[in-house]
């Protein structure tokens, strides 16, 4: 687990599947409240995909609209092989990516990930806030293809598998690339921090 990144507890994660799956369920079955639960918990994370993307309000929120109405439309074909969240990311990256046309478009770690340590005083607040924007400077600068595994990974908190199932990239490729940003990162932030 990265320090910098602030993580979801994984101990819920089995919850939280069992929580999707249901919900599903219950969509299926026409219920209008369930997929309302469903859209306001992925929200968030549509919506940071979105801007790394479009880079703006008004084509993000096309483009969480666009999806929510993909995921409600295909909702039935979910056969829960994966989690729900990666089946999810996975129609939102590949109607980014269709909607983008180019893979250049994309730029690492949304404005609101929070990477400050809430418990921390004013001097490690102001350090926390200098390291947060040399971090986000330096994704700017990777490779769009690492920069994008190193969010899933990190930011999104995904296994190696599920950005396979999501990117469509080989397991050995998606370990490779995130190796090499993680590498290229390191030795960044130690020219800008020294």
């Known amino acids: 687990m990265n320090p910098f990144f602030k993580h979801d507890s994984k101990k819920t994660s089995h919850d939280s599947d069992h929580s999707d799956n249901t919900l599903v369920?219950?969509?299926?079955?026409?219920?209008?409240?369930?997929?309302?639960?469903?859209?306001?918990?992925?929200?968030?994370?549509?919506?940071?995909?979105?801007?790394?993307?479009?880079?703006?309000?008004?084509?993000?929120?096309?483009?969480?609209q666009e999806v929510f109405m993909k995921i409600f439309a295909n909702i039935k074909n979910f056969r829960g092989e994966s989690k729900f969240s990666t089946w999810i990311m996975s129609i939102g990256y590949n109607t980014a990516i269709n909607s983008v046309k180019r893979r250049k478009e994309y730029t690492s770690?949304?404005?609101?990930?929070?990477?400050?340590?809430?418990?921390?005083?004013?001097e490690e607040t102001q350090l926390q806030a200098i390291t947060a924007s040399v971090i986000k400077d330096s994704l700017k600068e990777l490779p769009e293809r690492f920069a994008m595994c190193l969010d899933m990974y990190f930011y999104y908190d995904m296994s190696y598998n599920e950005i396979s199932d999501i990117t469509g990239l080989p397991v050995n490729t998606i370990k490779s690339h995130i190796?090499?940003?993680?590498k290229m990162l390191k030795e960044r932030l130690e020219n800008q921090l020294n």
């Open 25 to 64: 369920k219950a969509v299926c079955n026409g219920d209008s409240k369930a997929f309302a639960q469903l859209v306001s918990k992925y929200d968030r994370r549509i919506r940071a995909l979105g801007m790394g993307f479009f880079k703006n309000q008004t084509d993000c929120d096309d483009f969480v």
């Open 109 to 122: 770690l949304p404005d609101n990930a929070e990477i400050a340590d809430p418990a921390a005083g004013p």
């Open 179 to 182: 190796f090499r940003a993680k």
